[in-house]
């Protein structure tokens, strides 16, 4: 794979200059690393920078025992040995390779000449540099990586303790990694939090405006909770600029012990709530659904970025649907002027509290689960690839998915894989979607569904698979489903690959399946669309760029070998795969169906792109960490009358790999 591919899928370098990509080019390294191999070991002096492309890698230190005590696993597009290199420092953690890795390998020399020549991955750096630097006077380090999520709301009641706590519930459980919480007042005032939180003992108050860190006992202040996670109740002076200079002492030294340090300010936008937020990796703002609200957010969006030059992707903004309003989401985006990161539903409790833990299947708890695992990174995505009735597989592979309880955070799909994604994300079991396929148990039934035309733009005009889908999917757009979908399609102006995640589910589908030469291309806001595997038949490049940081890829696309194999044998004996003689008319045309399913135009046209696509596809799966490739031998890309053999093939391979993905999501 080349490198300007594998550069543009690391969420470091994504947002680089063509000219960045050069020098970095010029100066890396692709290095493999096989399962149990030791990169690098606590103690051995600094040698590179690493960054890994694919696998996942163990990072560990030894207890004074000589046992071993493994602080992380990390995953794509994470990068470590920074630490020892701009320090000159010996390395304090071992980094193992836990099975077979792609790893971008920096030498130190290269990485100081990239630095100077790329300022902006310079500044990136910086900010991990600060979430990975510990206070060395107070004890062995525990963990790898601290990070500090700020809660805000420029109005009151808008649930900002309530998401503060929750999120912080959530983060535990999801990521099994330590979290903090601390209460900020602007002063000594009764903290609303301790009616949400259970507490074995009376908390002490930390006084921010006076404060002696050097003789402080810190644990002191830290209450421990029966749900797992810590909380500080602190309170501080406006007016006293110590305040801010003695909670970020407090943060340098909680970083040593926490994964996640939650800090849940006051609603006031003074100065030093200000330069706190300035201090965060991530600020999460609330913001009301009413046009009043919406607006003074986007004015504190935009003093973030003017004053703190806060780039978009650390501000987060959340909209508590706490009422009706009649703001659509298409329009609180255009006010706010910055994307909605997610919608917390109105809450049906008279007195909510522990929402996540108490009510795990209510849609307020649904949302806080999706954040707290993309925040964690266990984000857990499944792209669905072309094939036409191959794809049916998909449906056996969700259906283990379904049975074993997996959580899936995103789906994508290209093709007959797209349509099978949008129907999931809608909220159908794979036994609803096998449903739908057993229209098709008479063969015939896809040939009504084939309006044949002048062949112009295509030979099927496609209007009656839009009716026919629309039974199922209506008139829902990105907006209803209950997992983030991505759907590819292939622009057919630019030649290049479009991804749609917005506007209607029917006629994202439709353009993603338009196979070319056999469908008409499908208009979709303005552009003229085709099949999605053209570019993308086994769509996992997309969940990378979204973060996904575990991913299944299911190839159903046959081998180059197995396709030629295939309709080497068609033409050579002019097989049939079913016994069937009916006749039927189209146009006035009279066809036998016994000879559609013989050697024809779609079979040379089809053929040729499942040969192009299965190449390509062999390309994205390295970016997967685990690909079921379903058994579809003996099988033919048109017989959808064979759903159910598809789909048992399907849950074959799930089922036989099941071992491999139980491994992968527990990490």
Known sequence: MDLDTILKKIPLFKELKNTDYEILKERIQLVDYKKGEIIYREGDPPNAFFCIVSGRVKISTQNQDGSEN???????????????????????????????????????????YILRKIPSLAIDLSLTLSRR?????????TIFESTIISVFSAFRGMGKTLYAVNLALGLKKETKKSVIIIDLSPKETYPIILDFLEIEKSPLRLNLSNLNLDKVQLKDYISNTKYGIDIILSFYNAEDESSLSNLLGILSILVNDYHYII????????????????????????????????????????????????????????INDYRLSQVSNQE??????????????????????????????????????????????VTLGVALGVGAAYGLCHIGVLRVIEEEKINVDMISGS????????????????????????????????????????????????????????????????????????ILATNVKTKESVIIDKGSLLDAVMASCAIPGIFRPVRFEDELLLDGGV???????????????????????PSREDLLKAYDKIKEKNIVP?????????LGWRWD???????????????????????????????????????????NWLEFHKAEEFIKRGQKEARDKLPKIKELIEE
């Open 70 to 112: 493994i602080l992380e696993y990390i995953h794509r597009g994470k990068y470590f040995g920074m630490i020892s290199l701009l320090t000159g420092e010996p390395h304090s953690v071992t980094a193992q390779a836990i099975n077979d890795c792609l790893i971008i390998k920096i030498e130190k020399n290269d990485f100081d």
């Open 133 to 141: 630097l510990k206070r060395k006077d107070i004890h062995q380090k």
């Open 263 to 318: 800090l849940d300010l006051p609603s006031i936008m003074d100065r030093a709530v200000f330069n706190i937020l300035n201090q965060s990796d991530l600020i999460h703002i609330l913001s009301g659904p009413d046009l009043l609200e919406l607006k003074r957010s986007r004015n504190l969006i935009e003093r973030l970025k003017r004053e703190f030059e806060f780039k978009q992707d650390k501000i987060n903004v959340l």
């Open 332 to 377: 609180r985006v255009k006010i706010l002027e910055h994307p909605v990161f997610a919608t917390l539903p109105h809450i049906e409790f008279s007195n909510p509290t522990r929402i996540f833990l108490d009510e795990p299947d209510c849609e307020y708890s649904k949302v806080i689960r999706r954040i707290s695992r993309q925040l964690g990174e």
């Open 415 to 486: 093709s007959i894989g797209a349509l099978i994604a949008a129907l999931w994300a809608v909220g159908l079991s794979s036994y609803d979607i096998e449903e739908i396929t057993k229209e098709f148990k008479d063969p015939k039934m896809i040939l009504h569904l084939l309006d044949l035309g002048f062949p112009h733009l295509g030979f099927i005009r496609g209007k009656r698979i839009y009716n026919f889908l629309k039974k199922y999917l209506g008139n829902k757009t990105f907006y209803d489903v209950r997992l983030p979908l991505k």
């Open 535 to 557: 570019f993308n038949p086994l769509p996992v490049e997309i969940l990378v760029k979204s973060g996904i940081k575990k991913i299944i890829a299911v190839n159903v696309t």
């Open 578 to 586: 079913s016994p069937i003689k009916r006749r039927f008319s189209i």
């Open 593 to 635: 169906i016994k000879e559609i399913f013989k050697v024809n135009i779609f079979d040379f046209i089809f053929g040729s792109i499942e040969i192009m696509q299965s190449e390509i596809a062999k390309k994205e799966e390295s970016f997967a960490d685990i690909i079921l490739h379903p058994d579809t031998s003996g099988l």
